[in-house]
């Protein structure tokens, strides 16, 4: 990696968008300019006292839409 001044990299983001596949967009840079790496001493959700809640719980709710005949499926072949 470089260490490249932010006037540069703007300007070289606004150049390289518009290659079919850009090594970096002006999107990119705006997000590299902050750290998304979590911290060692972050808060978790056990500390904040939230239980988590499984996936494969909620999932089921929010694929109902992609049953063939929707949320009335399950009603149908039981008539």
């Known amino acids: 990696m470089l260490d490249i001044p932010m006037p540069l990299a703007r300007l070289q983001a606004a150049l390289l968008q518009f290659l079919p596949k850009p090594p970096l967009t002006p999107d990119q840079l705006r997000l590299?300019?902050?750290?998304?790496?979590v911290q060692s001493d972050a808060l978790t959700l056990k500390t904040l006292g939230i239980t988590a809640t499984p996936m494969e719980a909620i999932l089921p709710?929010?694929?109902?839409r992609y049953r063939p005949k929707g949320q009335f499926s399950r009603h149908l072949s039981a008539g």
């Open 32 to 37: 590299l300019r902050v750290d998304n790496v």
């Open 61 to 64: 709710g929010y694929f109902v």
